[in-house]
């Protein structure tokens, strides 16, 4: 049974949120443009702090941007970790929003995402939509398009089926207070949090979408030791390379018309 289905409804212009969870580094600035430079204008950034230097990291970036539709949780103890996620969790239930996606620091999105997910949810009446993305490094130099790993239905170059849940996908208010609490269970279970929420949302939820756009920009961590994203660097070179030997016209069977 697809339970989404019995929740569709035609939303008119409907309330797009982004989270991102930080500690204010600088790279922020690069995420919070690419929110207002958004084609599809009904969109509201949320960010979520937890220290006091991420406080005021985040409050000096904002005074200066002066964005539009962003909003500062200032949450007043630490609770989150690396990635986030129990921030992530808490504020899912706490603004208000149709649908809802995360972007990690220093990550950003191209200026019409919003726009496709939105045609994609009204042309194919949808339960949820994913799209595509970019990985970069560092320095924001690209690394490749990621045709070997976040790739939906289709198996990817290291034998599993995956979407990058906590940044490529779009989910509608209720169905995000579904699978929030599986940010907070699946490390608990060293299970990776991603590939839980995914598999809860393509068995629960089947009637989901890919927007066809690499939208999302993926970028490696600039804070972490340069040794592990020079692995990382190495590691989706590598399947690049394998699924391209796979797919050399570069028709990939996980794009469809």
């Known amino acids: 049974m697809d339970y989404g289905k019995s929740y569709e409804k035609n939303i008119m212009n409907p309330l797009y ?5 930080t500690l204010g580094h600088e790279s922020l600035v690069d995420t919070i443009e690419s929110v207002q430079k958004q084609t599809y204008k009904n969109v509201k950034h949320v960010i979520t702090t937890d220290t006091e230097e991420g406080h005021e990291k985040v409050s000096k970036i904002l005074n200066s941007i002066k964005p539009k539709n962003t909003l500062h949780f ?3 103890e630490t ?7 129990r921030l992530t969790v808490g504020v899912s239930y706490l603004v208000n929003y149709d649908y809802w ?3 990690g620091t220093g990550d950003w999105i191209e200026d019409t995402h919003f726009q ?14 994913w799209c595509l993305r970019k990985i970069w490094d560092w320095n924001k130099e690209l690394i490749a398009p990621d045709i070997f790993e976040s790739i939906g239905h289709h198996i990817s170059w290291n034998n599993y089926r995956f979407i990058i849940a906590n ?5 509608p208010r209720h169905f995000m207070h579904c699978i929030a609490n599986l940010n907070v269970i699946a490390p608990m279970y060293k299970t990776c949090n991603d590939q839980v929420i995914f598999n809860e949302l393509r068995y629960k939820f089947p009637h989901f979408r890919c927007t066809n756009n690499y939208s999302f920009n993926f970028r490696l961590n600039q804070d972490r030791d340069l040794q592990k994203n020079e692995s990382a660097k190495k590691w989706y ?7 391209n030997e796979l797919y050399p016209d570069g028709k990939y069977p996980w794009i469809l018309e």
Do not use: A
């Open 116 to 129: 496709n997910v939105n045609d994609t949810f009204e042309k194919y009446k949808c339960s949820w939509v």
């Open 74 to 76: 200032k949450n007043p």
């Open 17 to 21: 949120l982004i989270h991102t969870p």
């Open 237 to 243: 070179l590598e399947g690049y390379r394998v699924m």
């Open 167 to 171: 940044d490529c996908h779009v989910v």
């Open 79 to 85: 609770v989150g970790n690396p990635n986030g996620v």
């Open 101 to 103: 996606q995360n972007c």
